[in-house]
């Protein structure tokens, strides 16, 4: 171990030895070349395993380049951030406070010690602080190729193709060292399997006022899609995005159902929305929507004869092969496969395999990698599997019986198509393998799950699974993000996401190297999004720093009022009163114009006249011209004065009996009275 003290003068030779080539016992080389501001005082120590700084003023700043694998992070005191994975022996949480198996009973204080580093603090030094000045003389050329003994020139070249220094001695003999060497070693070992998890850096996008159940990053990592219990779609693009992180498109698929799953076409150009609904919906990148898919009718009792689902659906996604083709899941009962061309049509009704003939709905459904298969997940806590292939139906390939005791809320295949993942609502993670189906490999307890959508996922790398947990009621832990070592099936880490609310959706994205996480309760969702600087990659990284345009006078919109003068009512010329009284004539309200009577029959409480005035008639019925006999007429002669009239010429009743019975018959009377 080499201690250097940066002092003005004493300094020189020390600096002039750390820019040499150093050999560490592991088969590490690194490069150093110290930078420090005027007045900036220093301890480094170099240890075979990592670099320590400590300080008293501010810190000098180091440049490292490493020439083979890189090193783990440089731990500082003013900085929270761990190396994420930890040595089995070891405590496994993230915590620094909090055991994984062993919660505080304080979840607000668990959760604070946990925390990552806000996006506005960062673990690098600042070259902005710097002077940029190089203390000391400037690094020796590179040496002349050296000819080995067979009489070939080797390069020493690093693996970027900079000459680096004299040739490496030959590496230490395994018998010399001691026993921390070797623990140590086996430590790098057991660290490297594994991935790093990007923990560091932490942001989160808000804007829905419930938990978000559906989650979606398109393939580049640009784009982010959030579906909430509220029933909206939030549209995030990191591109367009500032450091107020807002969305910048809402969409309400259909009024009152809740958003259950989103996912992307594999270009990405389309995307598809489930609700609580009966139909699934296809939107475009920029949210404008495309169509969406037929529903069935609820009064025909084989599901196999509807064209669609006729209850609400529960789950969906998009084919990883092929962009016309999706696979949704109902409570109705049955999966649904269907051609994206023609929202009408669907290629394949599925109805899983039921111990008894009810209507069981199925609560999840996947594609695999290569989209040859898919699989269900049933609500008797069945698991069925059907290899899509020529002449293939209802009948599963792979039948799991009691997978589970509770419902059945997140299914993922492996790359490799052998391993499965299924998430419930019995507080269980299992993983099964696919050629040994009949119990599974491992099975993760204590997982709290109070949502239908919370699902698990792997690392790009698959190495890690990882899966969140809700809130329970009575507990301290809050919403939890655990990883599982895939190969050795333990738990590795836990990272504590939020201390009131429960985890539901997450993934880790290939492309941008970042976890995704969502949150929330019945008032709030959040989605919390998981990266490291030093090795995430765009996504959020590119919106994080980006401070918000000012705002200029030349960005205000106004709308001016335009006064005419001449046209107020000060400035017009008075009417004449002519005229004022001709338009008041043609107002009937303002002349008092009587009511015209109304010819033919009345309405609108008016009473109609046919010949002549009210007075008129009231005049000549006063007068006894006009006589109503009606009252003293005798109704049977009445009617008897049109029977001849009507045996002449009959037109409703006759005509219609004219051929089945000529002659009419009459009803005999009961009464005593007619017949006298």
């Given at each position: 171990m080499w201690t250097a003290r940066l002092d003005d003068r004493r300094m020189f030779p020390i600096i002039r030895l750390l820019k040499l080539p150093l050999l560490l016992n592991n088969g590490r080389t690194w490069v150093f070349s110290v930078r420090s501001s005027r007045d900036s005082t220093g301890l480094y120590i170099i240890s075979k395993m990592s670099i320590g700084i400590g300080h008293r003023r501010p810190p000098?700043?180091?440049?490292?380049?490493?020439?083979?694998?890189?090193?783990?992070?440089l731990a500082t005191t003013a900085s929270r951030h761990r190396h994420p994975l930890l040595p089995p022996a070891a405590a496994t949480t993230v915590n620094r406070r909090t055991s994984p198996f062993k919660p505080?009973?304080?979840?607000?204080?668990?959760?604070?010690?946990?925390?990552?580093?806000s996006s506005s603090t960062s673990s690098n030094p600042n070259p902005e602080e710097d002077e940029g000045t190089v203390i000391g003389p400037p690094p020796p050329p590179p040496p002349a190729p050296v000819e080995s003994q067979e009489g070939q020139v080797e390069s020493q070249e690093g693996h970027d193709g900079l000459m680096v220094g004299p040739p490496r001695p030959p590496p230490p003999s395994e018998e010399i060292g001691s026993d921390s060497d070797s623990d140590s070693s086996e430590f790098d070992r057991d660290v490297n399997d594994l991935p790093r998890i990007p923990l560091s850096n932490e942001i989160m996008l808000k804007g829905h006022t419930k938990v978000i159940s559906a989650l979606a990053v398109d393939h580049s990592g640009s784009r982010v899609l959030s579906g909430s219990y509220d029933y909206t779609v939030r549209m995030y693009d990191f591109q367009g995005m500032n450091s107020k992180l807002q969305s910048f498109r809402q969409l309400e698929p259909f009024e009152g159902h809740q958003v259950r799953s989103l996912s992307w076409s594999p270009t990405s150009d389309r995307f598809l929305c489930v609700t609580g609904s009966a139909q699934a919906k296809i939107y475009d990148r920029d949210g404008l929507t495309l169509g969406e898919f037929i529903k069935g009718d609820m009064y025909i009792r084989d599901l196999k004869n509807t064209k669609g689902h006729i209850s609400g659906l529960t789950g969906g996604e998009w084919n990883p092969k092929s962009k016309e083709t999706i696979l949704t899941s109902s409570e109705d009962g049955s999966l649904r496969i269907w051609d994206v061309a023609e929202?009408?049509?669907?290629?394949?009704?599925?109805?899983?395999?039921?111990?008894?003939?009810?209507?069981?709905?199925?609560?999840?459904?996947?594609?695999?990698?290569?989209?040859?298969?898919?699989?269900?997940?049933?609500?008797?806590?069945?698991?069925?599997?059907?290899?899509?292939?020529?002449?293939?139906?209802?009948?599963?390939?792979i039948y799991v019986e009691n997978a589970h005791a509770d419902d059945i809320t997140g299914l993922k295949f492996s790359a490799d198509g052998q391993v499965l993942l299924s998430r419930s609502t019995d507080s269980t993670l299992k993983v099964w393998d696919l050629r040994k189906i009949k119990t599974p490999l491992a099975v993760f307890a204590d997982l709290p799950n109070n949502y239908a959508q919370t699902n698990a996922a792997f690392s790009p790398d698959e190495q890690l699974i990882l899966t969140g947990t809700s809130v329970e009621k009575e507990g301290t832990t809050g919403g939890l993000l655990c990883f599982y070592d895939r190969i050795k099936l333990e738990l590795v880490s836990r990272v504590g996401i939020s201390p009131t609310y429960s985890v539901v959706c997450c993934t880790w994205h290939p492309k941008i190297n970042q976890v995704f996480a969502t949150v929330g309760d019945k008032k709030v969702g959040e989605t919390h999004i998981l990266y490291d600087p030093s090795i995430s990659q765009r996504g959020a990284l590119v919106c994080v720093g980006r401070a918000s345009r000012k705002k200029s006078v030349d960005d205000y919109e106004l709308q001016p009022v335009i006064h005419n003068p001449h046209a107020l009512p000060l400035f017009r010329d008075a009417p004449s009163r002519k005229r004022q009284r001709e338009k008041a004539l043609k107002d009937p309200f303002k002349s008092h114009k009587p009511e015209c009577p109304v010819n033919g029959p009345g309405f609108g409480g008016r009473v109609g006249t046919t010949k002549g005035s009210l007075l008129t008639q009231y005049l000549m019925k006063q007068g006894g011209l006009i006589k109503e006999t009606w009252m003293d007429e005798d109704p049977r002669e009445a009617i008897l004065k049109y029977a001849d009239a009507a045996a002449k010429d009959p037109q409703f009743i006759a005509p219609a009996y004219a051929e089945t019975q000529p002659e009419p018959v009459f009803a005999k009377s009961d009464s005593e009275e007619e017949d006298k």
């Open positions: 000098a700043t180091i440049a490292v380049r490493y020439l083979r694998r890189p090193p783990p992070p505080q009973a304080n979840s607000s204080s668990a959760h604070s010690a946990t925390l990552r580093i929202f009408s049509s669907q290629k394949q009704v599925i109805k899983p395999k039921l111990v008894r003939p009810l209507r069981i709905p199925v609560t999840a459904c996947a594609w695999d990698h290569d989209g040859k298969r898919i699989v269900g997940g049933i609500g008797d806590g069945s698991i069925q599997i059907w290899n899509i292939k020529p002449g293939w139906g209802s009948r599963p390939d």
